[in-house]
């Protein structure tokens, strides 16, 4: 199975300030349809997660343009331009490229 | 609006079985394969299978093989999970997600199960 590592696990920010949190495959995400399926997920207290970012970089509907998805290959970065609140949770890196599908441990947002 | 719901939370004793359900509304239900993902208390998220509603093929984990059971009903659109042999560790919530291909893009609320003597 393919490992996904995230970094920072925890991460207090403060209010109108960026994050940014890092994801790494143990192996390349690259399909051999050429598409990447790392998604992003985030999941508030009490909730259940909710897709963030699909296929590195791309904003699932409703999603405020302030996440956005870089990475290629087995590296792929998670930012927030400016943390608001409702941030405030825990985000997954997901990859479905490689079945069975894996996560990462989890990175926890705070404010400070 | 697409909605994945749920049923309710289950209390069972070790070795009994659960069944949880997940009804599908606001699109085709046989267009996209569904899948189950458990987190326990604390912890993280962990795959445990999908389930294509169109045909009802199946694959699981390699850890919850032999005890687990995914199946659906395409009159009431609705995917069932149905773990056996129950122990402490499957105390967790457990969840459905829609899955077009590579993404798991709509979830459910989740189902919390409980296994304690």
């Known amino acids: 199975d393919i490992v996904m590592t995230q970094t920072p696990l925890s991460s207090p920010v403060t209010l109108g300030q960026p994050a940014s949190i890092s994801c790494r495959s143990s192996q390349s995400l690259v399909h051999s349809d050429g598409n990447t399926y790392l998604s992003w997920l985030q999941q508030r207290p009490g909730q259940p997660p909710r897709l963030l970012i699909y296929k590195i970089s791309n904003r699932f509907s409703g999603v405020p343009d302030r996440f956005s998805g870089s990475g290629a290959g087995t590296d792929f970065t998670l930012k927030i331009s400016r943390v608001e609140a409702e941030d405030v949770g825990v985000y997954y890196c997901m990859q479905a490229t490689q079945f069975p599908p894996t996560f990462g441990q989890g990175t926890k947002v705070e404010i400070k | 609006q697409v909605q994945l719901v749920q049923s309710g939370a289950e209390v069972k004793k070790p070795g009994a079985s659960v069944k949880v359900s997940c009804k599908a509304s606001g699109y085709t239900f046989t267009s996209y394969y569904m899948h189950w993902v458990r987190q326990a208390p604390g912890q993280g998220l962990e795959w445990m299978g999908i389930i294509n509603p169109s045909g009802g093929s199946t694959s699981y984990a390699q850890k919850f093989q032999g005890r687990v059971t995914m199946t659906r009903d395409t009159s009431t659109s609705t995917v069932y999970m149905e773990l056996s042999s129950l122990r402490s560790e499957d105390t967790a919530v457990y969840y459905c997600?829609?899955?077009?291909?590579?993404?798991?893009?709509?979830w459910g609320q989740g189902t919390t199960v409980t296994v304690s003597s």
């Open positions: 997600a829609r899955g077009p291909y590579g993404v798991m893009d709509v």
